[in-house]
C-alpha cells in the first residue's frame, strides 16, 4: 500500500540544532509528524531510514533553515535540491519552505529559493512559528499526530538533558550587582591620532571625548601605559550629576557599562559578532 505524504521534513546544519529541536518540538504539539535526524521519535513509525525515500514518499512539505552555515554545506544543499524536484515532479511551487532563521539578505539566498516566498525567524522565533503555522494551515498540511502535545513532551522527558559535548549558550540578560560611584577624567599629554583612539576603545573600557580627553570607570590597563601618558585629573560622583563633561549622565553610564561588559566576555573567551554588531 501506498505511504501517505503526511509529514513535515526539516532540514538544516547543525549549527541551527537548537531551533530545529525547539521547531520540531512545536509543531509536533500541534499535531503534525515531524521528520529529522535529531527528532526521528517526532515522525511515528514506519519512516523510512534512507532520507531520500523519505522525501520522495512520506514528506507533504520541507522546511529549509536558511543561515550562513547552511547556505555553505553542501548536504542541506542537497535536501533542498532534492525537495525542489519533487516540488517540480509533483506540481506543488512551494514543496520547500524557506525558513530564514538568520536575516539573510536577498543576495546571499541561493539562487534557486529566491523565487520561493521565505519565512522570517529573525527578529523572533515566536513570530516566525506563528507565520509558518498560517502557512501550513493554508495549505491543509495533515495533522498526522492524534496526540502530538503528548508525544512532544515525551520526547524531551526521554531525551537525556546531560550532554557531554560543546554546546552554544544564548543570552541577553547580565546582571550588574555593582557600579563604580565614579566617572574618572583622564588627560592624555598629547593628541592622539584617530588609529591611537581607535586601539584605546577597544582595549579600554573607556569614552574618549576628544584627541586629548577620556572618561572611565577604571584606570587604563597596565599593559598600554608605557604607550599612552594618561594622568587622572578629577573624578565625578556620577549619581548626584546630570551631566559630565557635555554628556548626559545616563547614557554615559550606561556605555560605559556596555564597553566594560564586552571585554569582561572578551577576556572569558567570546568573540565579536560581525552580523549583530554585538
Known sequence: MKQARDHIFISYATEQSALCDWLAHRLAAEGYAIWCDRQKLLGGENWPNDI?????????????????????????????LKGIAIGKKLGIDDFVIPLNTNG???????????????IPFTPSWAEGLASLLKKLSSIDAPRA??????????????SSTVRNEPEELLSNCFEITQIPRFIR??????????????RLRREWACYDVSSTRVLAFDD?????????????????????????NG????????????KCLYHLLESKGMTYCDDRKQ
Open 52 to 80: 531520500d525515500a523519505a522525501i520522495d514518499e512520506r514528506t507533504f512539505r520541507m522546511l529549509a533553515l536558511l543561515s550562513r552555515d547552511s547556505v555553505k554545506k553542501p548536504h542541506p544543499q542537497g535536501e533542498w
Open 104 to 118: 539573510l539578505r536577498s543576495d546571499e539566498i541561493p539562487w534557486n529559493l529566491q523565487s520561493i516566498n521565505y
Open 145 to 158: 499526530l492524534k496526540n502530538g502535545p503528548k508525544i512532544a513532551v515525551e520526547s524531551i522527558v526521554a
Open 185 to 198: 577624567k583622564y588627560e592624555a599629554a598629547t593628541n592622539l591620532s584617530i588609529h591611537e583612539r581607535r
Open 220 to 244: 587604563l590597563p597596565s599593559t598600554m601605559t608605557a604607550c599612552y601618558k594618561f594622568q587622572c585629573v578629577s573624578q565625578v560622583p556620577w549619581r548626584n550629576t546630570k551631566w559630565v
Open 247 to 258: 554628556i548626559d549622565t545616563r547614557k554615559l553610564v550606561v556605555s560605559l557599562i556596555h
